[in-house]
């Protein structure tokens, strides 16, 4: 027998468990012992040592440690292991740093896992998916990802989309009723719920009869997903970059050792000095390093609530222009409470915050009782068409579930009406809410098997479907003038900036169909909910400090018109000739015609989830890079076709997750600010040290160039290169990653996203400053051989300090985009810390007898120290009075 062959009670039996109490500890504890995890097996992955020998295969440190081979054999034992050591240790920080973005990148995947909703030991619990047992029961609602395969065992409109299997992407509705048929594919078990397949609409529970690799999907290991890491757009740039890079490098390093050749220099040193230059000054690295510089922003964003899901977002993030945004729960609370009724043709106030259940009902300056007539069945109905339940914890009450009911909940408590009040009822039929249909029905019968529907949702979508209302004497038929003043009503709270929701019953008979299309209409008028929702506080402030970088916020709202409009104005959203578009306006506009106002647009109200995607394209259109918030199923297109797609870590679906770049932990509209803060930033500091880098190896190349033109001795010997390229150029330049953003960025226009790396002067500097490094350098070498010709380690010496020195210098030049003294240079610990290990590395290599034949180097004077701190600062100095940013 199959699983979709079985009733309920024989899986229940089979499986040792009740639906309705789920496992114990004890069982899910056994059985994932038996079974393991509840995971597609993880692919292979690479090994440590394949990670550590991938620091050496670049080539041209092969050839350089080919070439200290040859000296060592050449008895030139010193130098050789000297170059060893080095290139060890280079890959050795190599391997740490691809370890680290590599754990960070770990880290990640496991935030961003899906979480299944399972019933264990009578309580609903959410999990992470991977815990899932055979047996264990689990709720499926519109937008999750199915977590295992399931028997469906209660399904209410339930319908999922099952292409990752069959390849089918037309939904299939899924019932709870076993199937006699033999051999039935995957696509015909209409009672069975895939692993992997998605929720596209309705609710249901299942059993899960198999988990990890036992699932269908396991089975299909081809559609296994491919995890393999696409590079990001900067990481692609520099790595042609790179090509071009190496190639002017090798070119610039071997028209030094052509030069000194002829110049009379033995051409084995020259071989092994071109070499290590060359392993010095290719920056092929880069590629590298911007992966590490990425994968630490990265963390530095989960601090900040916000999980990247693709590297490349944080780039994109860095030129958002707009953010659009949902209001409920993004830009506001997403606590509702009742504040106004409106029943009989008169607004009743409840007073009473949040989800405290005191609270009272007036009239005017008259308190209200149950006896107010219509009030206690409006308030009934609201609970019985209602989807949350109410929690006491530590004295509180939670709402669980979704607030806009748990509000209806609380109301009704006010009013002394209890849940014992509902079990009265039963729920015959549900037609779950969605934001395209902007409202929810429950079919409910109760003790004497009187059956009638309840209606809620936006009143513009209710009202229509209303042929009559209550009123104190009873009901009657709706006429124009009774519609005008409900709409009356429905301004009235909604200018507020109340969320309104209306609600409606009629009366049904055994007899009539619940599957009609018309079930929902004819309804009898009972009256509005105006709720209201405070914005976060930490909102109106982000939205600010968001313009002010040249970021537009737009607010989308399911809400009426009316209620976006006075919270957006409350948010300081709206400036005063901006628009705000409707839904059924946006119906009936094209792209282009959208695109001309919708630079002037700043909310879009009663829109549904189809609109966002018009929204995207069309300012997309206009150029800008957008963000876009989402939560729900039918948000995820929008999300995908968006530039940075952003989905809610609490309350968003798997699907909408999946299809993101960036998840909010906390659902918070602020935490979209910090992180196109963090990713300018990051991109900032990716600049900073490709600046630092580029214009140091510039430097090397050229003091060995000019001094090769000039006829001099080398002014540098290899180890002395290789040393400036671990120690100089590694740990200040892992420091200018963790910098801080410098005062202004968020007070500059966002980047365009078409813009190179070198734009904005970075270039010009990049040449200016290293012209100048090589320069001071070889000035200084000048000066310390004409002193004292017969002492070439001498003059090496104080041309080796004076590059360090002013690379060291240079380092804080590079945290600024105006000059060196822009900024304090002790703001960044790490690089103060950074730049005095790699000073105290120099003096060691300069003062410790044992370390001087290694290195070539002597003991400098504090006079020669003097010139070298005069000619090192000089590079960034020189520069330092030219505050303008370019
Ligand atoms: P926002 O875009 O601001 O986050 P939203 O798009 O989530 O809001 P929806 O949840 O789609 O807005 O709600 C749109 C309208 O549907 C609401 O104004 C309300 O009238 C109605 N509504 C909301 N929740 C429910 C519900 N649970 N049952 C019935 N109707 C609802």
Redesign the pocket.
Known sequence: MKWYQLDVERIEQKLHVTANRGLTDKQVEQRRKQYGENVLEAQKQTSRWLIFLKQFQDFMVLVLLAATLIAGLLGEYIDAIAIMVIVLVNGVIGFFQEQKAEKSLEKLKELSAPMAHVLRNGHWEKISSRDIVIGDIVRLQSGDRVPADLRIVQSSSLETEESALTGESLPVTKHATAITADELDPQDQANMGFMGTMVTRGSGIGIVVGTGMDTVMGQIASLMVNTKKLPTPLERKLAELGKILIFVSLILTALVVILGVIQGHQIYHMFLAGVSLAVAAIPEGLPAIVTVALALGVQRMIRRKAIVRKLSAVETLGCASVICS???????E?KMTVKEIYVNGNHLYVTGDGYDTRGDYFLGERKVNEEHPNLESMLLYGML????SLQVKKGKYLVDG?P??GALLIAARKMGISASEGERYRVVKELP????????SVVVEDDNQMRFLV?????E?LLPRCSFHVQEHGRQVMKEQDKGRIEQAINHMANKAM????IGMKPLSKEDSLDAPLLENDLTFFGLYGMIDPPRKEVKPAIEECRQAGIKTV??????VK??RAIAENLNILPENGKVLEGRQLNQMSVSELEDIIDDTYVFA????EHKLKIVKAFQQRGHVVAMTG??VNDAPAIKASDIGISMGRSGTDVTKEASSLILMDDNFATIKSAIKEGRNIYENIRKFIRYILASNVGEILVMLFAMLLALPLPLVPVQILWVNLVTDGLPAMALGMDKAEGDSMRRKPRDPKEGVFANGLGYRIVTRGFLIGTVTLITFMLAYQDNPDNLIYAQTVAFTTLVMSQLIHVFDCRSEHSVFARNPFENMYLVMAVLSSLLLLLVVIYWEPLQPIFHTTALSLRDWMLILVFGSLPSVLFGFNTKRR
Do not use: E
């Open positions: 949902d209001k409920t729960g993004t830009m506001t997403n068409c209602n989807n949350s979704d806009t009911d809410f969605d934001s395209d249909r902007k409202r929810m209606t809620k949702g936006a009143p979508v969320r309104t929701l209306a607010m989308i709202t399911g809400d009426h209620t976006a009663r829109v549904t989830p939560d729900g």
